[in-house]
């Protein structure tokens, strides 16, 4: 399933149309019926955790900005919502200061036209909120359609189908694949929990941390770690220098630090390096030998009534921490 950085950067792919009228839809979902979104302006793009929501909705009696009396496709968009300028949609992409005490720096989105004013009815019109959860190869592609990389099970070169298709006014498209497509009232929005938003409560983290469970089980919990996903968990652990099964309870309050640290940090360079068009190297996910040249070991660790995800972790630079050593610690 894509985490946090990738689902942030689906969301940068559809921020461009912004303002823009559905003109065509098409895609198998039966989740939802896509004709409903036809002639409807998507007004909105937010991201959640894993989550992307999308707003659709009407314009009515805009008023032209700069004195233009009838302005053109590009200038017709609606206004930001609030939300929207507390840096949901920011750019985490710089890490500075205290190893200990990472601040997040935003930097500036990519120019966008000048929004115009609406008034006070067309402000209140309704909005369509949709929520995209995505699967294990689940993506969104502006202009262009995904194709098969690969031959299936069954030696067929057949190419992805996709589940929506939304083809706007400026000619330009964004496909959906394997994702869930839910309507809401509005987004589902908890920032302390988020890895990625400026407000991520770090303090909430630590306190989740701390609990009698195993380190590996709480940090792919997402009611505290929303975004944080499998290859992050492995990464950051590795990076921490702590073994997976580790009870948080009997772990050391610089080492649980150490972990969230990471793991901030880990995310923001991974949108970074993707934003950039570079590739992740992982340096214990899925490897063979640590950096160090160790051998990996390899297991499906979860709760026992949760989902179990593959870990990777090196015996020699994680060491378990047991019950009886806490006192030596």
């Not at 039966?30 to 009407?58: C, E, Y």
């Not at 934003?275 to 992982?282: A, I, K, R, T």
């Not at 989902?307 to 015996?315: F, G, H, I, N, P």
Request: one cysteine or more.
């Amino acid at each position: 399933m894509p985490e946090g950085p990738s689902v942030k950067r689906f969301q940068l792919r559809c921020s461009p149309f912004v303002g823009q009228t559905v003109t065509k839809v098409g895609g198998h979902t039966r989740q939802m019926n896509p004709d409903d979104l036809k002639s409807l302006t998507l007004w909105d793009t937010q991201i959640h955790g894993k989550n992307v929501f999308l707003a659709f909705g009407t314009i009515q009696e805009v008023v032209p900005c700069c004195g233009n009396a009838s302005p053109g496709p590009s200038e017709c968009r609606p206004p930001v919502p609030e939300t929207a300028t507390r840096g949901d949609n920011s750019l985490l992409l710089r890490m500075e200061g205290d190893a200990h005490q990472p601040q997040c720096h935003l930097l500036e989105e990519p120019e966008v036209n000048e929004l115009p004013l609406l008034t006070d009815n067309a402000a209140r019109q309704p909005r369509k909120w949709l929520r995209f959860h995505f699967g294990l190869y689940g993506s969104i592609r502006a202009n262009e359609f995904a194709r098969a990389s690969k031959a299936n099970k069954r030696g067929d070169w057949r190419d992805p189908i996709p589940r929506l298709i939304l083809h706007f006014s400026s000619g330009g498209f964004l496909v959906f694949y394997n994702c869930r497509i839910y309507q809401c009232s509005s987004p589902t929005a908890q920032p302390a929990t988020d890895i990625l938003n400026p407000e991520f409560d770090r303090e909430q983290a630590l306190e989740a941390l701390c609990k009698a469970t195993p380190v590996c089980y709480t940090l792919l919990d997402q009611r505290h770690f929303s975004g944080l996903g499998n290859i992050i968990k492995n990464e950051v652990l590795y990076l921490a220098k702590i073994h997976p099964l580790s009870l948080g309870s009997l772990l050391p309050p610089s080492a649980l630090k150490s972990l969230v640290d990471h793991a901030i940090q880990f995310s923001l360079e991974w949108l970074n390096s993707k934003l950039h068009g570079c590739g992740l190297h992982p340096q214990i996910y899925g490897k063979d030998k640590c950096p160090m040249g160790h051998e990996v070991m390899k297991g499906a660790f979860g709760p026992v009534d949760g989902l179990k995800r593959l870990t990777w972790w090196c015996r020699q630079c994680q060491l378990e921490v047991l019950p009886e050593e806490i006192h030596s610690i």
